[in-house]
């Protein structure tokens, strides 16, 4: 059933498929690193205004 | 916070189980008999260019309520689209080209939908340029909203203006989705591959406004932080 | 209204004086008609055929030229401040600074466009309709081009960034101008085209100055 064989268009369908999911990664791993980065940011300068207080 | 600290894996999970699905599906579907395999790019491309749109209409709307109630959330969300908005942008033109070649011959045509998606990404990138240009964050905020707005009006128009110059050139190709009917077998995936794409787009963009948050948080705890 | 007539003065002399105005343009337009024959080769057909195009795009970039002083030299001296405290409605003086600019550098282009299409041996009979187009759509350009000025203030590497965010406004006119242009050209019917580029002027002599008087707040703010 799953027919992998795509003759002469092979490259252009690994490619866009490719292409995709490599945007995808970055676009993801981008995101969960912006987050997770302002994150600790976030609490490390709670801790400090509040060891201040 | 409290909803995208569930929702965001949740639409994550749900647009892996979709994509699952989908992919499976398109790929066992038989060869479009016009087509042949490059159907499958067509899987990829359509919800990339769907998403694109969504992206710039949730941008639109943010940007708005942005404008009109100056709620600082508002804006986190219309900064927090624009990357993902560009990204889904750039594979629409790029798995369009990737199918337009072996399809109808050329890796471009200046048709309406094509050039349309070209502006849209034109805009993407002058909206994040401008954000990264004004110092002062809510100059920045205001600027962009205002930028967002004048794109809404304007992507429209030059669709429109595109497919009117189209129509002088008597009958130019215009790239269709692959027929005008299409076959459950097909449609079925896409549709699923589109809702994929789209919950993929949501969980990415609240994980994205949770930084965005946290961020200002940041921001306002360093400034107090530097008066004491 | 005499107060509105004295800020136009203003804003054409302005645009004119010292250096810009029409010859920063005139010069431009000239450095794309001598340049173009170089790069695309002389062959008269192919040229003829690119030339309403190009004197129609170059209309168009050349608007971009002149831009720093429409907005950022009167924000950095403190006199947009001044003008926000005008009797005048901040959309109003957004308008006629547009206006000002046009005329100090979109009319003498639109003047100079039809000299160029035909030196690079576009067709004659052509001229009359390149001469209006460039004057309604140097209008278009004009005001699309404000918007982008206003809200790069105070940016760093505002020309360029204006350059990025007026493309996107400025491809509709280009797109019904040289469509005008290019069915006259080929003998089809180009009433359609040069009325939406009438159309679009409209719309952005309308509507710019609103985004343009918003962006000039937000920058004073």
Same mark, same amino acid.
């Given at each position: 059933m799953l027919d992998l064989d795509f003759g002469k268009y092979e490259g252009f369908i690994w490619a866009a498929y490719g292409i995709s999911a490599l945007v995808f990664v970055l676009l993801t791993v981008a995101s969960l690193r912006f987050s997770a980065h302002w994150k600790r940011q976030a609490e490390q300068l709670k801790a400090q205004e509040d060891a201040r207080s | 916070m409290a909803f995208s600290r569930w929702a965001a894996p949740l639409f994550g999970g749900l647009a892996v189980l979709l994509a699952i699905t989908g992919l499976w599906l398109g790929f066992t579907?038989?060869?479009?008999?016009?087509?042949g395999d490059t159907v499958r790019i067509m899987f990829i491309h359509v919800p990339a260019a769907w998403l694109s749109m969504f992206a710039y209409i949730c941008l639109g709307i943010a940007s708005f309520l942005s404008l009109v109630f100056r709620h600082a959330l508002a804006d986190a969300a219309a900064k927090s689209a624009a990357p993902l908005g560009a990204g889904f942008t750039a594979l629409a033109l790029v798995t369009g080209s990737l199918w337009g070649r072996?399809?109808?011959?050329?890796?471009?045509v200046w048709d309406a939908r094509l050039t349309s998606v070209l502006v849209l990404f034109l805009f993407y990138l002058a909206y994040m340029a401008l954000r990264s240009a004004l110092d002062d964050e809510t100059k920045a905020a205001r600027a962009c909203a205002i930028l967002a707005l004048v794109g809404l009006v304007n992507l429209p128009v030059v669709h429109w203006s595109v497919n009117w110059w189209n129509s002088l050139h008597q009958g130019v190709t215009v790239f269709a989705k692959g027929g005008p009917k299409m076959a459950p077998v097909f449609l079925v995936p896409l549709l699923l591959m589109v809702l994929a794409y789209m919950a993929a787009f949501g969980a990415l963009w609240l994980v994205r406004i949770r930084g965005e948050v946290w961020r200002r948080r940041a921001d306002a705890a360093l400034s107090r932080l530097a008066r004491t | 209204m005499s107060l509105a007539w004295e800020l136009l003065k203003r804003e054409t002399a302005l645009s004119w004086g010292r250096g810009g105005g029409p010859l920063v343009s005139a010069g431009f337009y000239l450095g794309v008609a001598t340049l173009l024959p170089l790069a695309a080769g002389p062959e008269p057909a192919r040229l003829a055929a690119v030339a309403p195009g190009v004197a129609w795009v170059t209309l168009a970039l050349a608007t971009l030229l002149g831009l720093d002083r429409l907005f950022e030299r009167d924000y950095e001296d403190g006199a947009l401040d001044l003008l926000t405290l005008s009797p005048l409605p901040l959309e109003f003086v957004c308008a006629l600074k547009c206006l000002g600019q046009w005329l100090a550098t979109g009319l003498p282009l639109a003047l100079a466009a039809p000299i160029t299409e035909i030196a690079l041996g @576009?067709?004659?009979?052509l001229a009359p309709l390149v001469l209006v187009s460039a004057l309604v759509g140097g209008l278009a350009f004009a005001f699309a081009s404000g918007i982008g000025a206003a809200l790069s203030l @105070?940016?760093?590497r505002g020309g360029l960034l204006t350059a990025v965010i007026v493309l996107p406004l400025f491809t509709p006119p280009v797109i019904f101008g040289g469509g005008a242009l290019d069915a006259f050209a080929s003998g089809l019917p180009w009433s359609a085209g040069f009325v939406l580029l009438c159309a679009y002027a409209a719309a952005a002599i309308a509507l710019g100055p609103l985004a343009m008087a918003a962006a000039c707040r937000n920058a004073l703010s």
């Amino acid at each position: 059933m799953l027919d992998l064989d795509f003759g002469k268009y092979e490259g252009f369908i690994w490619a866009a498929y490719g292409i995709s999911a490599l945007v995808f990664v970055l676009l993801t791993v981008a995101s969960l690193r912006f987050s997770a980065h302002w994150k600790r940011q976030a609490e490390q300068l709670k801790a400090q205004e509040d060891a201040r207080s | 916070m409290a909803f995208s600290r569930w929702a965001a894996p949740l639409f994550g999970g749900l647009a892996v189980l979709l994509a699952i699905t989908g992919l499976w599906l398109g790929f066992t579907a038989p060869e479009d008999y016009q087509q042949g395999d490059t159907v499958r790019i067509m899987f990829i491309h359509v919800p990339a260019a769907w998403l694109s749109m969504f992206a710039y209409i949730c941008l639109g709307i943010a940007s708005f309520l942005s404008l009109v109630f100056r709620h600082a959330l508002a804006d986190a969300a219309a900064k927090s689209a624009a990357p993902l908005g560009a990204g889904f942008t750039a594979l629409a033109l790029v798995t369009g080209s990737l199918w337009g070649r072996p399809m109808w011959g050329t890796w471009w045509v200046w048709d309406a939908r094509l050039t349309s998606v070209l502006v849209l990404f034109l805009f993407y990138l002058a909206y994040m340029a401008l954000r990264s240009a004004l110092d002062d964050e809510t100059k920045a905020a205001r600027a962009c909203a205002i930028l967002a707005l004048v794109g809404l009006v304007n992507l429209p128009v030059v669709h429109w203006s595109v497919n009117w110059w189209n129509s002088l050139h008597q009958g130019v190709t215009v790239f269709a989705k692959g027929g005008p009917k299409m076959a459950p077998v097909f449609l079925v995936p896409l549709l699923l591959m589109v809702l994929a794409y789209m919950a993929a787009f949501g969980a990415l963009w609240l994980v994205r406004i949770r930084g965005e948050v946290w961020r200002r948080r940041a921001d306002a705890a360093l400034s107090r932080l530097a008066r004491t | 209204m005499s107060l509105a007539w004295e800020l136009l003065k203003r804003e054409t002399a302005l645009s004119w004086g010292r250096g810009g105005g029409p010859l920063v343009s005139a010069g431009f337009y000239l450095g794309v008609a001598t340049l173009l024959p170089l790069a695309a080769g002389p062959e008269p057909a192919r040229l003829a055929a690119v030339a309403p195009g190009v004197a129609w795009v170059t209309l168009a970039l050349a608007t971009l030229l002149g831009l720093d002083r429409l907005f950022e030299r009167d924000y950095e001296d403190g006199a947009l401040d001044l003008l926000t405290l005008s009797p005048l409605p901040l959309e109003f003086v957004c308008a006629l600074k547009c206006l000002g600019q046009w005329l100090a550098t979109g009319l003498p282009l639109a003047l100079a466009a039809p000299i160029t299409e035909i030196a690079l041996g @576009g067709s004659p009979t052509l001229a009359p309709l390149v001469l209006v187009s460039a004057l309604v759509g140097g209008l278009a350009f004009a005001f699309a081009s404000g918007i982008g000025a206003a809200l790069s203030l @105070g940016a760093r590497r505002g020309g360029l960034l204006t350059a990025v965010i007026v493309l996107p406004l400025f491809t509709p006119p280009v797109i019904f101008g040289g469509g005008a242009l290019d069915a006259f050209a080929s003998g089809l019917p180009w009433s359609a085209g040069f009325v939406l580029l009438c159309a679009y002027a409209a719309a952005a002599i309308a509507l710019g100055p609103l985004a343009m008087a918003a962006a000039c707040r937000n920058a004073l703010s």
